[in-house]
Structures are given as structure tokens and as C-alpha cells.
């Protein structure tokens, strides 16, 4: 069974800093891009960044990009999003998702549940 | 920059009726359009890949159609279960989300 099961969120301070943490087990981590996707409270989906298998392809949306950067450790089954320099806007509930592709190409085909990331002083 | 748009926001339906979701893009995104199904207090859920082709486990009820800029997610008869908010996502390029369609009991 695929789980994905995020960590990290929290409240924090305009300007600061956090680092999210995803834990997969249930599949061969390493054969597959992972992304990361936000849901403010009440919105829509926003889709964050993606990382193809290997860290060879990597992608952030406009909103983010220069202040959040996403790793992944395959040796760990595990995926990062360091998020610099943090405002009120980027207040969502944070959801890892496994992309149906090795390559950032594919629909989502599984979630996990979240962390809640506030942003405020 | 691809824009994906939903319509209608809101949709009132009553069960056991059909449902029609529209999603349309900026550009083609060719055939590269998933649907996915969300309910309060859950992560979404991948309904449709590939425009038309069923995830796993997904009812024969939900179909999906379309190619290039134009796709419709249909419901044929609607269960209870099946009032939630539905987006669809492109993945022809970086993966973007249309605002979502809000599916009602009428």
C-alpha cells in the first residue's frame, strides 16, 4: 500500500523559515517524481514544485520560485520542500504527491494527508 | 502561460441525474488532462488520466472526454458519494489546476 506521510508544518513567523519532510513507503521511490502541491484554507489546489526520479528535472510554480527549494534523499524514500522567506500567502495545508511517472510528466495518482503550514506573526 | 479554466463553479444536481464538468486550457495539452476528485476534511483523489482513461477503482459512472483545450468530466447517474469538488489538472507541461467545480445536491 503507497503512503505518503508529510511532517514539518507549523506556525511560524513572516520572513522565517521551515523545512517539510515526506516519508514514502509502499513503492520503489526511486522510480518515480514526486511533487508538491498547497491548498490554502477555503482555495483550490495550487501545485508547488515537482522532482523528477533522479533530481535531474525540477520545477516550482511562479509563486514560489527563488524561495522554496525541493530535494529528495532516495537512499531515505524520502522528499524535502525548504521554504525561505515565508508570507501570509504561502498558508496552506501542504500535500506530498507521487507523480504516475518517472519524470515530471504524469497525472498524481497518490496523496498523502498533509501538513498545515501558518504563516503568521 | 497555460490558464486552465472549470465551469461551471457550482453545479446543482439531483441524484441519480447526470452531471457535466467542463475544463478548458489556455493551449493543447494534447491528451495530458486528469480529473480528481476531492471531499471535505481529504487529500483529492485521481479519477480520470489521459482525458478518458479510469484510474483504478474508479466506478464505469465517471467518464471522461475530450483532447487539445476542450474536456468534459461526466457522471451518469449520481450517487450520494459523488457531491464533492472536482478539479482538473494538466500535465503537458509544469502541472497546473483548474479552480475546481463545486458539485451540489439539487
Known amino acids: 500500500e503507497v503512503q505518503l506521510v508529510e511532517s514539518g508544518g507549523g506556525l511560524v513567523q513572516p520572513g522565517r523559515s521551515l523545512r517539510l519532510s515526506c516519508a514514502a513507503s509502499g513503492f520503489t521511490f526511486d522510480d518515480y517524481a514526486m511533487h508538491w502541491v498547497r491548498q490554502a484554507p477555503g482555495k483550490g489546489l495550487e501545485w508547488v514544485s515537482g522532482i523528477s526520479w533522479n533530481s535531474g528535472s525540477i520545477g516550482y510554480a511562479d509563486s514560489v520560485k527563488g524561495r522554496f527549494t525541493i530535494s529528495r534523499d532516495n537512499a531515505k524514500n524520502s522528499l524535502y520542500l525548504q521554504m525561505n522567506s515565508l508570507r501570509a500567502e504561502d498558508t496552506a495545508l501542504y500535500y506530498c504527491?507521487?507523480?504516475?511517472?518517472?519524470?515530471?510528466?504524469?497525472?498524481?495518482?497518490?496523496w498523502g494527508q498533509g501538513t498545515l503550514v501558518t504563516v503568521s506573526s | 502561460e497555460i490558464v486552465m479554466t472549470q465551469s461551471p463553479a457550482t453545479l446543482s444536481v439531483s441524484p441519480g441525474k447526470r452531471a457535466t464538468l467542463s475544463c478548458r486550457a489556455s493551449?493543447?495539452?494534447?491528451?495530458?488532462l486528469a480529473w480528481y476528485q476531492q471531499k471535505p476534511g481529504q487529500a483529492p483523489r485521481l479519477l480520470i488520466y489521459?482525458?478518458?482513461t479510469r484510474a483504478t477503482g474508479i466506478p464505469a459512472r465517471f467518464s471522461g472526454s475530450g483532447s487539445g483545450t476542450e474536456f468534459t468530466l461526466t457522471i451518469s447517474s449520481l450517487q450520494s458519494e459523488d457531491f464533492a469538488v472536482y478539479y482538473c489538472q494538466q500535465y503537458n507541461n509544469w502541472p497546473l489546476f483548474g479552480q475546481g467545480t463545486r458539485l451540489e445536491i439539487k
Open positions: 489521459g482525458a478518458s
Open positions: 504527491a507521487k507523480d504516475e511517472s518517472e519524470v515530471v510528466a504524469g497525472p498524481i495518482d497518490y
Open positions: 493551449q493543447s495539452v494534447s491528451s495530458n
